[in-house]
T-cell receptor, first 117, second 113 residues
Framework: DTGVSQDPRHKITKRGQNVTFRCDPI?????LYWYRQTLGQGPEFLTY????????KSRLLSDRFSAERPKGSFSTLEIQRTEQGDSAMYLC???????????????FGPGTRLLVL | SQQGEEDPQALSIQEGENATMNCSYK?????LQWYRQNSGRGLVHLIL?????REKHSGRLRVTLDTSKKSSSLLITASRAADTASYFC?????????????FGSGTRLLVRP
């Protein structure tokens, strides 16, 4: 257990429905990342937050995707009008960025596995 | 697109043997990290090596980094059945203020008891 939790762990939905995932990072971590992982591939970056500010979004994040991190604590990722191609594992990670730009460890949650029928 | 490529894609060894996985990347990095993922689970951080380091050890793990060849290797010595997992290298790119990780496609390791 890394200290990062995600809910739900599994979600099955029908095409066209909206889904929302939640991530609770390690409490003192100021950075939060969302990644998506499809079968047999490594995770791909979606978006990241520094405290409550969303500072970067990948081109993978279409207009149907939105992420928030109110108050710089937990984060939600919503997918509207889901498509079968959205089926994947959605991973959240958090880290604490210090002053030195020497690298940081990202701590990953267990992921939410989404299946769109 | 993914920056790193692991080699081999799959590796099957006998318990007790050493396992070596390689990773190549394309652009300048701040650091390179290795993660492990058990089937259907989240990723666990194994080790981080900075761009000015050449070798690092952690328990049974040894990581090397060759920035001139843009490659890294992960060696697991005296493997155990519990080491069975997918292993990913991830790079943190230089001059990227988000410090996001760019992952390779992973090596699936099977350690036979």
């Amino acid at each position: 257990d890394t200290g990062v939790s995600q809910d739900p762990r599994h979600k099955i939905t029908k095409r066209g429905q909206n889904v929302t995932f939640r991530c609770d990072p390690i409490s003192e971590h100021n950075r939060l990342y969302w990644y998506r992982q499809t079968l047999g591939q490594g995770p791909e970056f979606l978006t990241y937050f520094q405290n409550e500010a969303q500072l970067e979004k990948s081109r993978l994040l279409s207009d149907r995707f939105s992420a928030e991190r109110p108050k710089g604590s937990f984060s939600t990722l919503e997918i509207q009008r889901t498509e079968q191609g959205d089926s994947a594992m959605y991973l959240c990670a958090s880290s604490l960025r210090g002053e030195a730009a020497e690298g940081e460890t990202q701590y990953f949650g267990p992921g939410t596995r989404l299946l769109v029928l | 697109s993914q920056q790193g490529e692991e080699d081999p894609q799959a590796l099957s060894i006998q318990e007790g043997e050493n396992a070596t996985m390689n990773c190549s990347y394309k652009t300048s990095i701040n650091n390179l990290q290795w993660y492990r993922q058990n089937s259907g689970r989240g990723l666990v951080h194994l080790i981080l090596i900075r761009s000015n380091e050449r070798e690092k050890h952690s328990g049974r793990l040894r990581v090397t980094l060759d920035t001139s060849k843009k490659s890294s290797s992960l060696l697991i010595t005296a493997s155990r059945a519990a080491d069975t997992a997918s292993y990913f290298c991830a790079t943190e790119l230089r001059m990227d203020s988000s410090y996001k990780l760019i992952f390779g496609s992973g090596t699936r390791l099977l350690v036979r008891p």
